[in-house]
């Protein structure tokens, strides 16, 4: 969630801040959690800002580009009830409105909420959310097309301390989203996006060090298709790793291992699987980071191979820097692939059907440059160049947005 508080004067008090952090940040700000006390109860009114600026291609399309002046945001509300010290109920809900002003088809109203409760103890800690939100955007990077979109779903973690060096943490969830029917290059993505998928899994750690664990778990994830049961399937993971806290030199984790994916149906396929994501502090002010991820996912479209399957992996760096007080500078960068698992068939209007593997490759880099108020709130101006090349013509897009956010970043809790 993007936004800024309402009351611009909670800023004038704020502490100086270590380098921007990313959006969905877990560092929780000293001080009060929110900027209203109303009994036991802290509320936080804000004007949530997604994007302010210029969108070079708003269709994402490879020829006859469209540019217009987009924005989207609207106002929210941030209730915490905190629970001693390491617990804590939270609240969070608000409106969304996207706004192009010459091209009046992608104007939507939207909305989200969420509500999260966090426990924590000496040896445990239990955390549960239940979300729900309505989108309009690009879901991802098959599919250039806005889709509107309902997600509900909920998620819970609990971790124990069973010795002076072994952990345990489970971990479930279970999300619904529907998508509304859209003839999207011959495919009804009603059918091939709506989805009921459900997930459960446990990790064993090990302290190696105060600020070091080594971890071995695995997962199952069930997949549902309400509108095409023939794309049911289940994919059970098996990784192992490393993780770190925030206060080592090099704050993350790095997991790796094999994940499965079997159709009710029939067919099956594997893959290498990874999640690596590090930061490096070299001073308050200085931060490098970076992530790399590979794993399986379904295909927005249907495919010849065994599997309604693709892998898909992406890398991206970034550095944070605080300027001059709490001025900061942000540059980052990403590439990423996936491919089918067989061929995929487009229809596109007046012509010939194509049919071939798709074979996708992207670039995104930019730079923002901004104000730090405190922790949770910061304005900046950014830019954002994107470009793909595909095996399908239609595919290949590239485009520039630049503008200005106003950013709000509540703690959220962590489910791993």
């Known amino acids: 969630m993007t936004a800024l508080a309402l009351l611009w004067a909670a800023g004038a008090a704020a502490q100086p801040v270590s380098p921007v952090p990313d959006a969905g940040s877990t560092t929780t700000p000293e001080g009060r959690p929110g900027l209203i006390r109303v009994g036991t109860f802290y509320l936080t009114p804000y004007i949530h800002v997604g994007n302010v600026g210029l969108d070079t291609n708003v269709f994402y399309t490879p020829f006859d580009r469209h540019t217009d002046v987009m924005a989207s945001g609207g106002p929210g509300l941030e209730i915490v009830r905190p629970l001693g010290k390491t617990s804590r109920f939270r609240l969070d809900g608000g409106l969304d409105y996207l706004y192009y002003v010459r091209t009046p088809s992608l104007r939507r109203w939207n909305g989200y909420g969420s509500g999260s ?153 594997n893959t290498f699987y990874a999640d690596v994501n590090a930061a490096r502090h070299f001073s308050p002010k200085t931060e490098l980071g970076g992530r790399f991820t590979r794993d399986l996912a379904y295909s927005a479209f249907a495919t010849s191979g065994p599997t309604p399957t693709i892998v898909q992996q992406l890398a991206e760096v970034y550095l944070d820097k605080v300027l001059v007080s709490h001025v900061y500078l942000r540059i980052f960068g990403g590439i990423g692939s996936f491919t089918s698992d067989g061929t995929v068939t487009l229809v596109l209007p007046g012509e010939i059907p194509q049919t071939q593997v798709r074979n996708d490759n992207f670039r995104e880099a930019g730079a923002e440059v901004g104000y730090q108020f405190r922790p949770r709130v910061r304005a900046g101006v950014n830019a954002r160049y994107t470009t793909r090349t595909s095996t399908f013509n239609t595919f290949g897009i590239e485009g520039l947005l630049f503008g200005f956010t106003l950013t709000y970043n509540p703690p959220q809790p962590q489910f791993r």
């Open 117 to 269: 409760l966090e426990l924590g103890g000496v040896k445990t800690r239990f955390a549960a959310e239940e979300r729900y939100a309505q989108t309009y955007s690009r879901p991802n990077y098959q599919v250039n097309a806005r889709l509107q979109q309902e997600t509900e779903g909920t998620q819970a973690f609990l971790s124990r301390t069973l010795g002076e060096r072994l952990s345990l943490a489970v971990f479930g969830e279970r999300s619904r989203v529907r998508t509304d029917s859209t003839d999207y290059l011959g495919t009804d993505l009603q059918q091939t996006m709506s989805e009921d998928r459900y997930e459960a899994g446990g990790e064993l750690r090990i302290a190696l060090s105060v600020k070091t664990k080594l971890v071995a778990g695995g997962e199952q994830t069930w997949h549902r298709f309400p509108y095409l049961p023939a794309r049911d399937g289940r994919a059970p993971l098996a990784y192992g790793g490393f993780r770190t806290d925030e206060t080592a030199l090099i704050a993350g984790s790095a997991l790796a291992g094999v994940r499965w994916f079997m159709g009710d149906a029939g067919g099956s396929r």
